[in-house]
């Protein structure tokens, strides 16, 4: 009995903690080194199993493998349903709200219409001065060389898109 719980000992490591790395993998974000070391070390395990016992044992232990992460993970997916792990520091809950002061993006439009200057060249984007102040902005489809009077065509969140004018 020993002989045969030495003989399969590196397999039963590589199959627990491969399993294990797979399951920290699972709570982790990403693909990172435990979800490539646990994926590395199940295939190690079922090759020793296939290379000491032959193919209808390493299918047994691929099997075996497959339930145990499919466990995992229905029951990963069964607490996040009833709350448990909703509530636990894996799952993200803070949100970023305008009532608590945050802000995607500056509102540009106060610049719609305005004229200003191109500080840079615009080939498409590049930045303008409007009334002292510089923006990044975008050329709508047209290359604007440096100094060229432009006028604000519209604003689309954070993105300014300008035109050539005549005058400034």
Known sequence: MLQLILQNLPILICLVFGLGLL?????????GLPGIAGVILEAVSI??????????????????????MAITIS???????????????????????????????QDMDVFLGKKGVASTV????????????????????????KDTPVEVKRVEGARVVVRRTKER
């Open 47 to 68: 090759v020793l199993t296939y290379a000491n016992h032959g193919g209808l044992a390493a299918l047994g232990v691929t099997l075996v493998i497959l339930v145990v």
């Open 23 to 31: 399951i920290v993998e699972v709570f982790m974000p990403g693909f």
């Open 122 to 145: 615009l080939r498409p984007s590049g930045m303008a001065e409007f009334d002292g102040v510089k923006l990044n902005v975008v050329a709508d489809g047209e290359y604007i060389a």
């Open 75 to 105: 029951l990963a997916l069964r607490s996040v349903q009833k709350g448990k792990l909703s509530k636990s520091g894996v799952i993200l809950t803070d949100t970023e709200s305008a009532s608590e002061g945050y802000v995607a993006a």
